[in-house]
C-alpha cells in the first residue's frame, strides 16, 4: 500500500501577462504548497478502482469523471499495460473549486504514486508533459515544491523559499475558474520581473506583488471580500491575498502560534467556513 499527500498550491504571486491565440492564458505565478491537503491511498488490483471519502467527498464524482481515474488511464495507456489496476482512495479535505489546486494535486499524486506501484521510469520531461495533459497546474503539483511558475504553466524554476506560517480561509464556496478569466479586465499585465532570493526576505518582495485574478473573482463573488478583509484584521496578519482563481484565501504570520491563534477566532466568529492554520512546504 502507498500513500501521498496531495498538498494545497498557494499562489502567493499570480501575474497575467497575456493570452495565447488558443485561449491559454500566460502565467507568472510563485507557488508554494502547503503541509494541509488531500490524501490518497493506493494498493494493487486488477482494475483501476476508486473511492471517495472525506469531508468534501459528496462534491466529488467517483467515476471517470474524476481527474484522479483519468490521470491512473492516461499514465497506463502511454507507459503501462492494459491489465494493470490499482484501488484507490481519496480522502477529500480540500474545498472543491477553491484556487488551491486541489484536483490538480490529486492527479500529480497518482502519476507519482502509479509509477511506483507499477514500476514505471518514464523521464522527468515525459512525466512532465503528460501532467500538463491533464491540466496547466499538474506539473507544478507534481513538483510540490516552491516554485516560479511561467508559460500556461510548463515553465518552472524551482525556488528556495523558508516555510510561512499561513491561515487558508474560505467562505464555502467555489468559483468557476473560466468565469473568473472572462470577467478580468486586462490580459496583458507586467511580470513579477527578475527575481533573486530577496535580501530582506521573502515575506516584504511577495507584499509588492499581486493577483491578478482577484478583483475578477471578488466581482463574480463578493464573499471572497469579506474572507480578505477578515483575515486583514487578524492580529499579526503580514498580508492577505486570494489563491489562484479563488474563492480560498490566505494571510502570512510570523509565527505558528499567531496562525493558530488567527484561525481559531475566524472559526470561531466564521463557523461555516473552511479554515485552517498551516506551514509550507520547503
Known amino acids: 500500500m502507498l500513500q501521498q499527500c496531495a498538498r494545497a498550491k498557494i499562489n502567493l504571486a499570480l501575474h497575467v501577462t497575456g493570452q495565447r491565440a488558443d485561449g491559454y492564458h500566460v502565467l507568472d505565478t510563485i507557488v508554494t504548497f502547503a503541509e494541509t491537503g488531500d490524501r490518497l491511498t493506493f494498493q494493487t488490483g486488477n482494475?483501476?478502482?476508486?473511492?471517495?471519502?472525506?469531508?468534501?467527498?459528496?462534491f466529488l464524482p467517483a467515476d471517470t469523471d474524476n481527474i484522479v481515474l483519468k490521470a491512473a488511464q492516461a499514465l497506463r495507456s502511454r507507459y503501462g499495460a492494459p491489465e494493470q489496476g490499482a484501488s484507490i482512495n481519496l480522502e477529500k479535505n480540500l474545498p472543491v473549486a477553491s484556487g488551491i489546486g486541489g484536483g490538480s494535486a490529486n492527479a500529480a499524486a497518482t502519476l507519482r504514486a502509479l509509477c511506483t506501484l507499477w514500476r514505471l521510469k518514464p523521464a522527468a520531461d515525459d512525466l512532465a508533459e503528460l501532467a500538463l495533459s491533464l491540466g496547466a497546474d499538474v506539473p507544478m503539483c507534481l513538483l510540490q515544491k516552491p516554485a516560479r511558475v511561467t508559460g500556461i504553466g510548463e515553465i518552472i524554476e524551482p525556488l528556495s523559499i523558508a516555510p510561512l506560517h499561513l491561515v487558508l480561509a474560505n467562505p464555502g464556496l467555489s468559483i468557476s475558474t473560466p468565469d473568473v478569466?472572462?470577467?478580468?479586465?486586462?490580459?496583458e499585465n507586467s511580470a513579477i520581473g527578475e527575481m533573486e532570493s530577496p535580501v530582506d526576505g521573502w515575506i516584504p518582495f511577495l507584499i509588492g506583488q499581486r493577483n491578478d485574478l482577484q478583483t475578477a473573482a471578488t466581482a463574480l463573488c463578493p464573499p471572497v471580500q469579506t474572507c480578505l478583509e477578515a483575515l486583514q484584521n487578524c492580529s499579526g496578519s503580514r498580508f492577505e491575498r486570494m489563491s489562484g482563481s479563488?474563492?480560498?484565501?490566505?494571510?502570512?504570520?510570523?509565527?505558528?502560534?499567531?496562525?493558530?491563534?488567527?484561525a481559531n477566532r475566524l472559526n470561531s466568529t466564521h463557523p461555516d467556513w473552511w479554515v485552517v492554520a498551516t506551514d509550507t512546504v520547503s
Open 47 to 58: 482494475t483501476l478502482h476508486l473511492t471517495v471519502t472525506g469531508p468534501y467527498s459528496r
Open 181 to 187: 478569466f472572462n470577467q478580468l479586465a486586462e490580459k
Open 246 to 262: 479563488g474563492a480560498t484565501c490566505f494571510a502570512v504570520f510570523d509565527s505558528r502560534t499567531t496562525a493558530i491563534e488567527a
